[in-house]
């Protein structure tokens, strides 16, 4: 991060990504940073400058290397190296054994980069101190140190080789945010008056939870690291009984196990909210990869039939809006709201401008209970007014058996129907007024429709800006469930339909097909852990055209 928040406080467009391995210490991972004179929110295949601590870089990401690549790369490790690739070596690791040790390595490497990209040495300084001061001075100044051997080298290279980056700068960007996916989520769901949040780490759901940890105190939120997942859903369910606005976040294979409070939830209508950053499964999966395999695990858990929403944000914005409304929504409707995210997502950084707060609302629905309270009322709209223990004269009874409308187990089957419609029938036709619609991108006039949700927004959306074809638009989700009725419409204008999904079975578009009983055309489907390219998209779209 030291160099990406030195080139977008230089005044550069960056964007982020991270994949590594899952390991506790080890393994080659990488960071792709893209720098430009205009925003960019997505990932690219194409590499022009790799620099490499170690030889296996070269290995792993041989594929995406070209000739016109140029590597930098530490002398000592890419002794071995054949002329074959372009490479200038440096002395990275043996600098850094120099200063301390190698754990420096990475300082020294930014510091080369950030002076081939001409980025005043005072900037990179700044980062520093901001970075490691709490560490205190001593480590401060060694990184100084390190930073400063990065420049040294960087002009060396600046000489032997003539660099030229031809990327205009614009000033306005150094007064943006540099976020990432995860903060995004959790400003969203802070302001939505998120009090209580209770989860057990795992990736990629683990950032979100330390974001809430570390920025919750100046929110009055309470963060609890519960014991295991079963225990940390029920702690959220019961923090939104008793009157807090509550969540937890989580992955696959956590989820599964929280499956039985999910119904928990939808049948004594105790609103929760759930993020679920999704890797690769089944069971561990590749843990610190990405997918998007876990619609149909969030919109059939729980058994019975009950009302819930599912968002999957795609850009900063939406995760921010969507994550304050996921709170709003499984208040007012008394239900289970989920966040779907990912690894990519969730760990992509971009710059972006102030996020508007003017037309945030914290929606109120708890009532004062009197002495005739009913907490399962039957109503029109199946809606009954919720009170919490303690708040008014009345008795709050739940259970999570089949109950009467005062919250009392019952085997009458007449109620039974009539409470099955009030949790389901009758609530998803008021949630059905508030569903997002889904984002055409480009020509209403399209004959081929791109389709996505989540995270390919901006991949998708690059690709089609570069091909620049009015006859093909993109129709993004970021409400899976329910559908927005338009959705139809929209499929059946177009001569040919393409989905974009992370995933070996086209969850969204069998989704589509059971909702509207539309069959999208053609299914591009990826599921080896990696996200989709700009590249990717832009050929499978040139394929589909027949160029």
């Known amino acids: 991060m030291i160099l990406v928040r030195a080139i977008k406080l230089a005044g550069y467009y960056v964007f982020s990504s991270k994949e590594y391995m899952s390991r506790v210490r080890g393994g080659l991972n990488s960071t792709e940073i893209r720098i430009s004179s205009k925003r960019v929110t997505a990932y690219v295949d194409r590499i022009d400058i790799l620099l490499a601590i170690n030889e296996g870089a070269i290995g792993h990401l041989g594929r995406r290397i070209t000739k016109d690549t140029q590597i930098i790369g530490d002398e000592d490790q890419l002794k071995s190296v054949t002329g074959e690739y372009n490479v200038l070596k440096i002395p990275v690791l043996k600098s850094a054994e120099e200063l301390g040790g190698i754990i420096f390595a990475n300082v020294i490497a930014a510091g080369v980069i950030s002076c081939m990209l001409n980025i005043p040495p005072e900037v990179f300084d700044q980062i520093i101190r901001g970075m490691f001061a709490r560490k ?18 960087g002009e060396e290279l600046m000489g032997s080789k003539d660099f030229k980056f031809e990327i205009e700068k614009d000033p306005s960007v150094k007064d943006e945010l540099l976020l990432s996916g995860t903060e995004a989520v959790g400003l969203g769901c802070l302001a939505g008056n998120c009090k209580f949040m209770a989860s057990y780490p795992m990736t990629p759901s683990t950032p979100l939870q330390i974001f809430i940890a570390e920025n919750g105190k100046d929110f009055d939120v309470i963060f609890e690291q519960a014991e295991d997942e079963i225990a940390a859903i029920n702690m959220s369910i019961g923090a939104f009984y008793a009157g807090a606005r509550a969540m937890i976040a989580t992955s696959g294979s956590g989820f599964a196990l929280m499956e039985e409070a999910v119904g928990l939830s939808g049948m004594t209508e105790t609103p929760v909210v759930i993020y679920v950053g999704q890797r690769p499964g089944p069971a561990v999966g590749l843990p610190t990869r990405t997918a998007q395999e876990d619609l149909n695990l969030t919109l059939y858990s729980g058994p019975g039939e009950f009302a819930r929403v599912i968002f999957a944000p795609g850009n900063f914005k939406d995760a921010f809006e969507l994550s304050h409304r996921a709170f709003n929504l499984a208040d007012k409707y008394q239900i289970p709201v989920f966040i779907l995210s990912d690894q990519y997502f969730a760990e992509c ?31 029109p709209d199946g809606l009954s007014p ?14 999570a058996d089949e109950h009467d409308e005062e919250g009392h187990i019952t ?24 569903i997002i619609p889904p984002e055409l991108i480009g020509s209403d006039d399209y004959e081929i429709l791109a389709v996505g949700w989540g995270s390919t927004y901006g991949t998708i959306k690059e690709a089609l800006n570069n091909l620049g074809w009015e006859e093909i638009s993109f129709l993004h989700f970021k409400q899976l469930y329910p559908l927005h009725p338009d959705t139809i419409n929209y499929l059946n204008k177009a001569d040919k339909t393409v989905i974009f999904e992370n995933n070996a079975s ?19 489907l990826k599921y080896n852990g990696m996200p989709f390219s700009v590249e990717e998209v832009t050929e499978t779209l040139k394929s589909i055209r027949g160029l």
């Open 136 to 153: 205190g001075e001593k480590i401060v100044e060694k990184d100084l140190q390190a930073g400063r051997k990065g420049y040294q080298l």
């Open 411 to 434: 085997e009458d089957l007449e109620i039974r129907a009539r409470m099955v419609d009030k949790r389901y029938t009758k609530k998803m036709k008021l949630i059905k007024k508030d």
């Open 349 to 379: 950084n971009y710059n972006h401008p102030s996020l508007d707060l003017s037309n945030l609302v914290v929606e109120e629905h708890i009532v004062r209970t009197t002495k005739d309270y009913r907490r399962y009322e039957l109503t």
């Open 386 to 399: 919720r009170g919490i223990p303690g708040y008014g004269d009345g008795l709050v009874a739940i259970d």
């Open 506 to 524: 086209a969850q969204f578009a069998n989704l589509i097909r059971v909702e509207t009983g539309f069959e999208i055309d053609e299914k591009i």
